[in-house]
């Protein structure tokens, strides 16, 4: 792509022309001298006059009658918390977790007519380490949720977690079905 020649020439010219005033007020800043003069305080007569200055302690130009310039109070930051529909959320899906651990167990006592889709047969097969997989679950969800609350993202993490929690039914719905429509084996 060329640069047209009016553009080489106006360019410069422009960015010099906006700039340029801030390095005269910055000199200016620079040159300007430090307030020395007394300032009278409207207090009560008889009272001693301060004098302000921006001179620092440790500095020789800074004296018993000097006093700093106080910084302006810092607003407090409010964590937002979870209100009580964020929480419900969070155990709602804490408990379709729970449900799911069930009814894959009872769906892995009959290997006959059950085997897992979604996990490793290893993971599900040791009682132990899928206990720890949906703990562990229903800790990144409360994490990632807590996270995007902290974030001043409320309503993005509640229809995360609706999606969540609904799709989570729909499956625990549909393995308590499929578990009741398989005839009962007989026992010997």
């Not at 609706?162 to 007989?186: C, D, K, W």
Request: proline share 10%.
């Amino acid at each position: 792509m060329r640069i047209p020649r009016f553009a080489v020439v106006l360019l410069p010219t422009l960015v010099f022309t906006l700039v340029q005033p801030g390095f005269g007020q910055t000199e200016a800043l620079l040159k300007a001298p430090l307030p020395s003069a007394p300032v009278s305080s409207s207090a009560l007569p008889g009272e001693s006059t301060l004098v302000s200055s921006s001179a620092l302690p440790g500095d020789p130009a800074f004296a018993p009658g000097y006093y700093p310039v106080e910084r302006a109070p810092q607003p407090i930051n409010i964590e937002p918390r979870l209100k009580t529909l964020d929480w419900s959320l969070i155990g709602a899906a804490s408990m379709l977790r729970v449900l799911d651990y069930t009814s894959t167990e009872q769906a892995m006592a009959d290997p006959a007519h059950f085997r897992e889709a979604m996990l490793p047969t290893k993971l599900v097969e040791n009682k132990a380490a899928f206990a720890a997989f949906q703990a562990a679950t229903v800790g990144v969800d409360y994490t990632a949720y807590r996270l995007l609350v902290r974030h001043h993202m409320r309503p993005l993490a509640r229809v995360a977690q609706y999606v969540y929690v609904s799709g989570m039914a729909f499956q625990v719905t549909r393995n308590y079905q499929i578990l009741s429509s398989v005839p009962a084996t007989p026992a010997n």
